[in-house]
Structures are given as C-alpha cells and as structure tokens.
C-alpha cells in the first residue's frame, strides 16, 4: 500500500495567498452560542440584554441597525473565568498582548463595549 498521494495532473495547482490566519479563536458569532445552548438567536439576544451573557460587542458598521454580535470565546468555553475580568483584560485577550495593533483594531475595540453596558 503506497501512503503518498497523487494528484491528477488535470487538477490545477492552488496558488499560495499571502492570508494571515489567525490560529487561536477569541471571538465566536451568534451560532457558536446557540449550539452550545441548544437555543434560537432571540434566546441568546435575550441572555445578552438581560446580562447573562456579558461579553457582547457589535461590530455593525452603522450602530442604528441590526446588531452584528461577537462574543468573546472565553465566557462559552470558562464562564468562571469570564465572570471575573475587567473590559481591560478582556480587550488584551482579543488583541493579545505584546502584538503590534493596527489602529483600526484598536478603534473596533475602543468604539465597541459590551453590549449589556450599552442598553442593548
């Protein structure tokens, strides 16, 4: 059994894209929440208005539409932890620390406060 593979040579090659991944996930949509709850969007909006769920930001360009929700990955996956940072700690663990932040970065981050402290 050979355990290399061979590619047709009728299938083009894919040309490498200079892309940035980012490899860790810190921000999730409105999905991640509603499969871990089991629940519909208008079940996780709720927990967001009522400050259940705390770490929210809208990321819509024009703030007088439809929100556009990020979550901060950290309070799906340890809201324990989540529970005790400050706005501070939880910007440094989206942007990261000792990182080089373009400024539109920082401007998302400083125009976007949690939610819960918005009144929706």
């Given at each position: 059994m050979n355990d290399t593979c061979s590619v047709s040579s009728s299938?083009?090659?894919?040309?490498?894209?200079?892309?940035?991944?980012?490899?860790?996930?810190v921000m999730v949509d409105i999905g991640?929440?509603?499969?871990?709850?089991q629940c519909d969007a208008e079940s996780v909006l709720a927990r967001v208005d009522n400050g259940q769920i705390r770490w929210a930001f809208n990321i819509a360009v024009n703030l007088d539409s439809r929100r556009d929700l990020r979550f901060y990955a950290t309070e799906?996956?340890?809201?324990?932890?989540a529970a005790k940072l400050t706005l501070d700690q939880v910007i440094m663990?989206?942007?990261?620390?000792?990182?080089?932040?373009?400024?539109?970065?920082?401007?998302?981050l400083a125009s976007n406060r949690p939610c819960a402290d918005q009144g929706g």
């Open positions: 299938v083009p090659r894919q040309a490498r894209l200079p892309l940035h991944v980012e490899v860790r996930t991640a929440w509603r499969q871990a709850l799906l996956i340890a809201p324990e932890i663990g989206i942007i990261g620390q000792g990182e080089a932040v373009r400024t539109g970065r920082m401007g998302l």
